[in-house]
């Protein structure tokens, strides 16, 4: 169990969030199979699937998943179908119809086509540090990963997750790392970058597989174009493409890092993804104190700095 995103929310009343009530909660909020005239339906599902239980634990971080089940229905589908029951309908009664009546017409097809329509399973991973107080989520859409806390806001019936807020501009943060300055110790630039031109619909420039430390890249800075994307490696451990947004992207856990659990002998599949969430909450918790110290974040994650 390895994120590939990680947007995180700091929780700075993660002292009065209790293990237990949590998993009760999720238990009482589990995914319900979608109905038969719904787009969609979210709940929580065991993160190691079965009838297991809701909340995995290792050490003060927790693992839970919450499951999504998604009506897949074309517009193109409802549209062909629509167009096809108002012809009929106008033929048969010698005059075009109104437009209360083609709307009407519309939701009438939408219920004849949703109990056939295919249903995508989703499932997102979060993990809670009680420890410093965060939940973090496996997504980079900002918007996926507040579904996810309000889902537990709804579960918990309050549940204070608050965005990060950083000390400085971001970009000026990884414009510094970009020129050499203020990286941590032991982390290293990658080999892709995205620099943007701060005007309105300026020009943007994306770096793969690319000597970040070049001329090339250092003469859009020089330029005045702003670093909205870097990538590092940390510790040898971990890599990532951090973000203006402080987003985790294409995120990565080193051989540095693996070589524990391929070495090792796991009895099951649950035991083997539990020794990789034991690994992966690790892995992240170094990352973050020094993650949280290079933004200067506010909140639960500024206790790690």
Do not use: Y
Request: with cysteine.
């Amino acid at each position: 169990m390895f994120f590939r995103n990680t947007v995180f929310f700091s929780l700075p009343e993660i002292r009065a969030l209790d293990a237990e009530r949590l998993e009760s909660a999720l238990a009482a909020h589990a995914l319900k199979p979608v109905g038969a005239l719904a787009m969609q339906s979210r709940g929580f599902v065991p993160p190691l699937g079965g009838e297991g239980a809701f909340l995995q634990r290792s050490g003060h971080c927790v693992w839970l998943s919450l499951g999504g089940e998604d009506r897949i229905l074309p517009s193109a589908v409802v549209q062909r179908e629509w167009q096809a029951k108002i012809a009929k309908l106008e033929e048969a009664k010698g005059h075009p119809l109104g437009k209360r009546a083609r709307s009407q017409l519309k939701q009438e097809t939408l219920d004849d086509l949703m109990p056939r329509a295919f249903v995508k399973p989703s499932r997102t991973n979060a993990l809670i540090d009680f420890e410093v107080g965060f939940i973090a989520v496996d997504t980079a859409s900002v918007k996926a990963a507040e579904a996810v806390v309000s889902k537990l806001r709804e579960a918990l019936g309050s549940f204070p997750a608050l965005p990060l807020q950083a000390a400085q501009p971001p970009r000026a943060v990884l414009g510094q790392c970009l020129l050499g300055d203020g990286l941590p110790a032991d982390w290293f630039l990658g080999e892709e970058c995205e620099l943007v031109d701060p005007a309105e619909k300026g020009a943007i420039v994306k770096c793969l597989r690319h000597d970040l430390a070049s001329e090339e890249v250092l003469a859009h800075l020089q330029a005045g174009k702003q670093v909205s994307r870097l990538a590092i490696v940390a510790d040898g451990h971990v890599s990532c493409v951090l973000g203006d947004d402080l987003v985790l992207r294409k995120l990565k856990l080193l051989e540095g890092a693996v070589d524990g659990i391929e070495n090792g002998n796991t009895e099951s599949l649950e035991d083997e993804l539990m020794a990789r969430f034991t690994l992966f909450s690790a892995e992240l918790g170094r990352f973050h104190a020094r993650f949280a110290q290079l933004f200067g974040l506010q909140g639960g994650l500024a206790k790690a700095a």
